[in-house]
């Protein structure tokens, strides 16, 4: 009986010391690519603005996808990039990206630079479209600073060139904390996911974002 309790928790100890290590490395290597404002207007020839979407209150974002977006429309004032809304529209009864769209041309940022992704299921599969369906080699994602540097890693290891802008937090610990311990297991995920590459579920055609994005509405 021990012995058996011995190796459960050496595999116990082994499994908290290799999410440790995911979650310190995958911090470590996306850290420099966050960057703020005024470097955000030295870029050059960046593809899109990719806004990551959550959860969204009928036909209102919910507080972190409202940072999310006026974070959005206030980079798109300091360069005019389109910009690429990318959330789950798997159900008619539920749909981040076209509230996510009003929410942007309440600010008068014309519908023809806005292009929506119906099936970013998940951060992976956000990034995997916008390369893919988008064609998009280089982008500027805008999140919360906790979820930032899974993106962002993943966006590397797809061979995208990343940066990116912090959303600001809501105000409630208990989410954010919430939130923190829910994203470890996350990177721990999309760690391995990156090794494999699998292939997101729903590609479909390819968008040129030289064109109209009214084309994305649905």
Do not use: W
């Amino acid at each position: 009986m021990k012995k058996y309790l011995k190796i459960i928790i050496l595999v116990v100890i082994t499994c908290l010391i290799t999410t440790l290590f995911i979650n310190i490395y995958m911090i470590k290597s996306t850290k420099n690519n966050i960057i703020n404002e005024k470097e955000f207007e030295l870029l050059e020839n960046v593809d899109a603005i990719l806004v990551l979407g959550c959860k969204v209150n009928g036909n209102y974002p919910s507080l972190m996808l409202e940072k999310r977006l006026d974070k959005g429309i206030y980079l798109y004032s300091k360069s005019n990039y389109k910009i690429i809304l990318s959330g789950d529209h798997g159900r008619d009864e539920y749909d981040e990206v076209n509230v996510m769209k009003n929410y942007l041309l309440e600010s008068n940022i014309p519908s023809s630079d806005v292009f929506l992704d119906h099936a970013g299921f998940n951060t992976y599969d956000s990034i995997y479209r916008v390369k893919e369906v988008f064609n998009a080699r280089k982008i500027v994602i805008v999140t919360q600073k906790y979820h930032l540097y899974r993106a962002l890693y993943i966006a590397k290891h797809l061979g995208i060139e990343a940066y990116g802008v912090i959303a600001e937090d809501v105000p409630y610990k208990g989410i954010m904390l919430k939130n923190e311990i829910r994203e470890i297991l996350s990177r721990d995920k999309n760690f391995f996911k990156v090794i494999f590459k699998p292939k997101s579920k729903y590609l479909g055609d390819k968008i040129d974002l030289k064109g109209d994005g009214s084309i994305t509405n649905g």
